[in-house]
């Protein structure tokens, strides 16, 4: 039995061995260089954003701020002078006075600035009128009882060639009914350039000073500023219920530098 019992022992002791020589030795740690590299990963297109639309801010957008016009500068023209005829005579008195007494504006006038365009004492009619510069006017007409003032700004621009101002007075002259040179007209006031005048009706061989009853004839008048420059101021009569067509006959300088059609106003 004690053999045995060695003989158990013994063989215990050589699975013992026996295991131990069998088991496999451990593997030697990799080196850094040895360490297998993982396999890259496959590239993925970037996946698509979906667009949002912008959201306003909260706050309310600023308002582009207004760009300020450019005030036009001042004149430095100054008044407007009368030359030859248009200067003021003794017997232009009444027709001063008739405006005077009832527009303040013009009895600050000095009769040296007051160009007259046409003037009848005895029948108490005539035109005048003043340029305080080159770029207003003033503008009378007296019929008797009647009259008439108007004040404004002249165009910046030339209507025409030569032309600043076509327009008409305020006042109507003549009997309403009647017909011819008894019937209503209207009084046409013209600034043009300078320097051409007399003017008379034109658009015929032989133009006449009155193309139609009831037409008076085309007066001027001269006015010049201190640098020299000149204007021509107009006054005319059209029968207020003239049926010629839109621009009638024209008015042209004797030397045919300026013309423009009668009935047309170029105001503003």
């Excluded at 040895?34 to 957008?61: G, I, R, W």
Aim: glycine share 8%.
């Amino acid at each position: 039995m004690r053999r045995a019992t060695v003989l158990a022992a013994a063989g215990c002791g050589l699975v013992m061995l026996a295991a131990a020589s069998c088991a496999p030795p451990p593997a030697p740690p990799l080196s850094p260089k040895s360490s297998p590299s993982p396999a890259p990963s496959p590239t993925l297109p970037p996946s698509p954003v979906p667009s949002v639309p912008s959201v306003p801010a909260t706050t309310s957008p600023a308002t582009p701020s207004p760009v300020p016009s450019t005030p036009e500068a001042p004149s430095t023209s100054g008044p407007a002078a009368p030359v030859g005829q248009a200067q003021v005579t003794p017997a232009d008195a009444p027709l001063l006075e008739a405006v005077r007494r009832r527009w303040p504006v013009a009895r600050a006038q000095g009769d040296d600035s007051i160009i007259v365009i046409h003037r009848e004492p005895e029948a108490g009619a005539g035109e005048f009128a003043w340029m305080p510069d080159d770029r207003h006017y003033c503008l009378a007409v007296v019929r008797g009882e009647q009259t008439d003032l108007n004040c404004r700004p002249l165009p910046t621009s030339w209507a025409r060639i030569g032309i600043r101002l076509v327009t008409k007075s305020g006042l109507r002259t003549g009997e309403p009914g009647g017909s011819g040179a008894s019937g209503t007209r209207t009084v046409f006031f013209a600034v043009v350039d300078g320097g051409h005048g007399p003017y008379q009706y034109a658009r015929s061989a032989t133009p006449s000073p009155s193309p139609s009853p009831g037409a008076g004839p085309v007066r001027d008048a001269t006015a010049v500023f201190a640098s020299g420059r000149t204007l021509s101021l107009l006054t005319y009569e059209r029968p207020s219920a003239d049926v010629l067509p839109r621009g009638g006959p024209d008015i042209c300088s004797t030397d045919n530098a300026i013309c423009f059609p009668a009935l047309d106003a170029y105001v503003g």
